[in-house]
């Protein structure tokens, strides 16, 4: 008698586990390396890059204030570069490039205003353009702010150490041109359609 062979009733259906092909992961749960860098990750990156330019612009400053103390002398310019830059020795109870004389003690709760706000903000970063603008704008501000404080006549009516002198311009230090630098890269920032978090405007 001859045994007949008996067939599956789905000839569709896969014999073994080896037949079985297993279904790719997805980039996002398998961790892929191109995958993008986490938020928290950029976030801390342009921190860290606001604090470095802040702490550059600050020691900068204080320290060409000190050299400028120590080795000018008020009402005896030295010429740098012909007439085109001047080291001028001045004491400015203003604001930047000498204006605002006389309100010193509105001046200083401005400028400390725009350092706590600019902390706070910091914490949105996500561009280098905003960092390095912010880090200017706080080192800057806290580079006057420190002068404000601590020199004579009295705190927070100290006179900002200027020094610095071109042809028909006011006498003004490395924190006012670190200030005047952040609003410019920050009008740049704007005009290109970069937000403060690092993302792009759609524009129509």
């Not at 330019?53 to 310019?77: F, N, R, S, Y």
């Not at 001046?107 to 205003?113: H, R, T």
């Amino acid at each position: 008698m001859q045994r007949t062979r008996r067939t599956s009733l789905n000839d569709d259906a896969p014999t073994s586990s080896d037949d079985v092909t297993p279904e790719p992961a997805d980039a996002e749960s398998a961790g892929s390396p191109s995958s993008p860098e986490p938020p928290a990750n950029r976030s801390w990156k342009w921190i860290a890059l606001f604090g470095v330019a802040g702490i550059l612009v600050l020691g900068l400053d204080q320290l060409t204030k000190a050299l400028a103390l120590a080795h000018l002398t008020p009402g005896e310019p030295v010429n740098v570069i012909g007439s085109l830059l001047k080291f001028n020795l001045i004491r400015n109870s203003g604001a930047a490039f000498s204006l605002g004389a006389g309100y010193t003690p509105v001046i200083s709760v401005i400028q400390i205003a725009v350092a706590i706000g600019v902390v706070y903000l910091s914490r949105k970063l996500g561009s280098a353009g905003w960092a390095v603008a912010f880090g200017l704008l706080f080192g800057g501000a806290v580079g006057n702010i420190t002068d404000r404080i601590f020199r004579p006549p009295s705190p927070f009516h100290g006179h900002v150490i200027d020094f610095l002198q071109t042809p028909h311009w006011a006498i003004f230090n490395v924190a006012d041109m670190a200030v005047t630098s952040a609003a410019i890269l920050l009008v740049i920032q704007t005009l290109r359609g970069i937000r403060l978090d690092g993302t792009r405007e759609q524009r129509k």
